[in-house]
C-alpha cells in the first residue's frame, strides 16, 4: 500500500516521511513525537506526520496498526519500508531513515545521503 498526502494528512518529505499513529492518553507518544520531531528537523527531505489512531479508524485498520505508538517510515514514493510498535530510539530511525533512502536510491531515485 502507497501512502499519500490524502491518506496522511500531510505532505510525504521529499525523501522521507515518519509516520506516528497516536492516542490522547498514550504517554510514549509524547516522547515519540518528540523523538521522531527531532530526526526530521536533522535531516533534510524527511517529514514527520502524527496521525490521531482514533479519528482514523479506516487507516489503522487498513495498516494493521494494533497500538500506539506505531511508527511507519516511508520511502519517498509513500511506500512503507519499515514499521516499529512502541517508543523508537533515535539510532533505530535515523538507520530506518537509511534504509528509505537507499531502497530509493537502488531504485533509481535520489542519491543516497
Known amino acids: 500500500m502507497r501512502l499519500g498526502a490524502p491518506e496522511l494528512g500531510g505532505e510525504l518529505g521529499e525523501r522521507a516521511t515518519l509516520v506516528q499513529f497516536s492516542s490522547a492518553f498514550c504517554a510514549p507518544c ?6 521522531l520531531g527531532e530526526v ?3 535531516v533534510p ?3 514527520h506526520v502524527e496521525i490521531d489512531a482514533e479519528a482514523h479508524l479506516d487507516l489503522v485498520r487498513a495498516l494493521e496498526v494494533r497500538g500506539t505508538p506505531t511508527v511507519l517510515v ?3 514514493d509513500g511506500r512503507v519500508v519499515r514499521r516499529a510498535a512502541g517508543q523508537p530510539r533515535k539510532a533505530d530511525v535515523i538507520a530506518a531513515l537509511g534504509e528509505a533512502v537507499r531502497r530509493r536510491a537502488a ?3 535520489a542519491e543516497e545521503p
Open 107 to 109: 531504485a533509481g531515485g
Open 45 to 47: 527531505g524527511v517529514a
Open 30 to 35: 509524547r516522547a515519540t513525537r518528540r523523538v
Open 74 to 76: 516511508l520511502d519517498a
Open 40 to 42: 526530521a528537523d536533522m
